[in-house]
């Protein structure tokens, strides 16, 4: 396992920073669009953030639950009020400066101790602690700020107004799309034995891979709801259909209760709305393939459309330079794609293939419990 490093430490304090703004500027966005009269996008954007933290906090209770199995149920009732309050993810940053602090400025002379000797159990500690942090940012991500990534842009294009308010909630939700894919891969590599160290090169194009792509897709939805809400809303269910049957073929076992598996496998299908994941650690070549060329072909498929039906929707200088922003976006982020997979991405999965090849059941069930919950979440 890696180490918690100095670096680590300063980047949660920043991630910590960048979360707490976040919520901020939601609600400021929120308060502007509600003092101009536009009631609806102001619910949206609250709704966006009450739903993503809805889910969090049901998934970080739950981890609790399963963590502190067996010990005090008084921490357990206090902390289930902290969640119903919905600051159940400071805690989890209160223990991560907690350990943080002492993994990244103590110093361990001895080298070669054990797992259970402290300065390594405080670097397991505090690597579990901002791991589930950034699932729960992961979540939190492609619920609410990718959507609000989508409004936004939506509303700029439709409206065609330029204020402070949109550029700064622009400029948020690519932040915490930015932060939380590279914080997630950086967690990833860290909690499992079997992953590299993720240098700066590799963060730099995985970043880029799904920045890129997120973008094009983001506004290529943005153009199909210039069109028509209703058919962006039918394309939006579908895609969320298709995710989730896949994630149910996929037996996901991720969960100890089948309750919050299908609300995992629910989560997953919104994800793969915007972006793909393998949730099950394998080898996807056939299903990334199928994925992006499945985006490549609605992205093309929607600039056609507005190219030969001529909509006077958009300002024709407005619509070239989406085309040309959505274009460009989708080939640099199949090309970052394919260079992280080709050199940078890790021959050895998180689990062994013994693993792999078990049967869902009680033994798979027990393993769950013993190692990390990254075993059994997002791959890359």
């Known amino acids: 396992m890696m180490k918690f490093t100095k670096q680590d430490f300063i980047f949660l304090v920043g991630g910590i920073i960048i979360y707490v703004v976040d919520i901020g500027v939601d609600f400021w966005v929120a308060s502007k669009y509600f003092c101009q009269g536009q009631y609806s996008w102001s619910i949206l954007i609250l709704s966006f953030r009450g ?41 989890r940053y209160w223990f991560a400066l907690k350990y943080g602090c002492q993994a990244a400025f103590r110093q361990n002379s001895g080298g070669d101790a054990s797992e259970t000797d402290p300065p390594n159990f405080i670097q ?53 799309i930015s932060i939380s894919t590279v ?59 298709c995710g989730f049957t896949w994630t149910l073929k996929q037996h996901t076992t991720f969960c100890k209760s089948m309750k919050m598996e299908y609300l995992y496998r629910i989560v997953v299908g919104i994800i793969l709305i915007f972006t793909f994941f393998n949730i099950k650690g394998r080898k996807t070549k056939y299903c990334i393939s199928i994925y992006y ?6 992205t093309l498929g929607i600039l056609l459309v507005y190219v030969f039906w001529k909509p006077l929707i958009i300002k024709g200088i407005v619509f070239i330079i989406v085309s040309i922003l959505t274009v460009l976006s989708l080939v640099l982020g199949i090309i970052f794609l394919a260079v992280y997979y ?24 027990k393993d769950r419990v013993k190692t990390s919950r990254f075993q059994n979440f997002l791959m890359p």
């Open 51 to 91: 739903f993503s933290s809805l889910i969090t906090q049901i998934f970080s209770y739950e981890w609790f639950k399963n963590d502190w199995e067996g010990t005090d149920t008084g921490k357990l009732k206090w902390i289930f009020l902290v969640h119903l309050f919905q600051c159940g993810i400071f805690i």
């Open 124 to 176: 397991k500690q505090v690597i579990d602690i901002v791991t589930d942090i950034n699932m729960l940012r992961v979540f939190k991500t492609f619920l609410e700020t990718t959507p609000q990534l989508f409004v936004q842009i939506y509303i700029f294009m439709e409206h065609s107004k330029n204020n402070f308010c949109q550029y700064a909630a622009i400029f948020m939700s690519f932040c915490g």
């Open 183 to 241: 914080d997630y891969q950086v967690s990833l590599r860290k909690s499992l034995l079997h992953k590299d160290e993720f240098h700066v090169l590799p963060k730099l194009v995985y970043l880029f891979y799904k920045l890129f792509t997120i973008t094009s897709w983001i506004l290529s939805i943005s153009l199909i709801t210039l069109l028509s809400v209703r058919s962006s809303v039918i394309l939006l269910i579908f895609l969320w259909i």
């Open 293 to 298: 060329a499945t985006h490549t072909v609605v």
């Open 342 to 365: 080709r050199h940078f991405h890790p021959t050895a999965y998180c689990r062994p293939q013994a693993y792999l090849d078990e049967v869902d059941g009680e033994a798979e069930q």
